[in-house]
């Protein structure tokens, strides 16, 4: 449970400072013979900071949990 908590704090850590991520994709638009015409699409997915945050209070909730369970 410990080390689920601590991954879930970083992924909200990283959610928080990044606030998204953006990946290039390339499509083909048409192919005659051997020309190929083609174009590289960027797209940006946002990630809102209420994520992050949601994700540190369930790490740092796991990790309590976890440490009142050995009782």
């Known amino acids: ?27 083909q638009d048409a192919k005659v013979g051997p020309v190929v015409i083609s174009h590289d699409e960027t797209h940006n997915v946002w990630v809102p900071p209420v994520i992050g945050g949601l994700l ?14 050995k009782m």
């Open 1 to 27: 449970m410990k080390i689920a908590g601590i991954v879930l704090i970083v992924l909200g850590i990283i959610a928080l400072v990044y606030q998204g991520f953006s990946f290039t994709e390339q499509k």
């Open 56 to 69: 540190i209070v369930a790490g740092i909730g796991s990790i309590v949990a976890s440490g009142r369970s």
